[in-house]
């Protein structure tokens, strides 16, 4: 089974938005990889608490961790980035991670379009695609299936969504297949989605890095583009999901 955390980057809001776009991470691994990978990064955090005082309970919340650190304000700012640096390094060199990643931008979106609903079910459907063809690194299962964990979201719309995917899923036809659309269910995503609070989960946290670090590659803050950390997200390309779009070449799917 494959299992995929996910976590956000900006505002799913349309109307008077503070944010222009909305990012979704979802980083994959197989089950059998969990034991180990959460190994490396307990071991990656245990690092961070002997160079930086990073305490291992200690939540890492990217979008927090520049501007609003909170009791963390006690390590220095530049110190603080280099975390996230170090961070991103670390999960690239985890090589049977994979990062799926979705990108709304709001600016032109009309009145009724739900940036929630629109993102979330392209990064569901990338799911269940790549599982189905295969696509992921790392072991697998001869019928594979898929299970989400995403941090504290919209609970019972998330749950509406995948439920309405897994009987009514229309997509629409190639254009050699001619105008229309195809339902396709949802076949491999198994169950609800299994809610998880992010300062208890060190894999919502790498993806909240994730999604963080692509937010701020598109529109970096100040402080970010004084530092040249916009370009942090490159540092990830090793476990990009490029198979998720073939018009971008890191496999953003882009919105």
């Known amino acids: 089974m494959f299992l995929m955390y996910v976590d956000e980057s900006g505002d799913a809001g349309l109307v008077n938005s503070p944010t222009r776009y909305f990012v979704l991470s979802g980083l994959v ?17 245990r690092y961070l608490r002997q160079e930086y005082d990073l305490k291992l309970r200690e939540e890492l919340h ?33 090589k049977d991670f994979s990062l799926i990643n979705i990108v709304v931008d709001k600016q032109s979106k009309t009145v009724g379009y739900d940036p929630f609903e629109v993102a979330w079910k392209a990064l569901i459907q990338r799911f269940e695609n790549t599982i189905s063809h295969k696509n992921f690194p790392g072991p697998t299962n001869p019928d594979e299936r898929g299970l989400l964990i995403p941090d504290a979201t919209d609970d019972k719309k998330l749950v509406s969504l995948i439920r309405r995917m897994r009987r009514y899923n229309p997509i629409p036809n190639q254009a050699q297949y001619g105008i229309g659309s195809r339902n396709l269910r949802l076949q491999t995503v198994i169950e609800d989605p299994f809610l998880k609070d992010s300062a208890h989960s060190f894999f919502i946290q ?44 890191l496999g953003i799917v882009r919105l």
């Open 206 to 249: 790498a993806a909240d890095l994730a999604a963080y670090l692509l937010y701020q590659n598109l529109v970096p803050n100040s402080y970010i583009r004084k530092k040249g950390g916009q370009n942090y997200f490159s540092r990830l390309e090793p476990i990009l999901c490029k198979v998720a779009s073939s018009s971008d070449p």
């Open 62 to 94: 990217a979008s927090a961790l520049i501007n609003n650190p909170g009791p963390l304000f006690r390590i220095r700012r530049h110190d603080r980035l280099a975390i996230m640096r170090l961070f991103a390094d670390q999960l690239a060199g985890m």
């Open 29 to 45: 691994l197989h089950e059998l990889r969990w034991a180990d990978y959460l190994d490396q990064l307990i071991d990656f955090r």
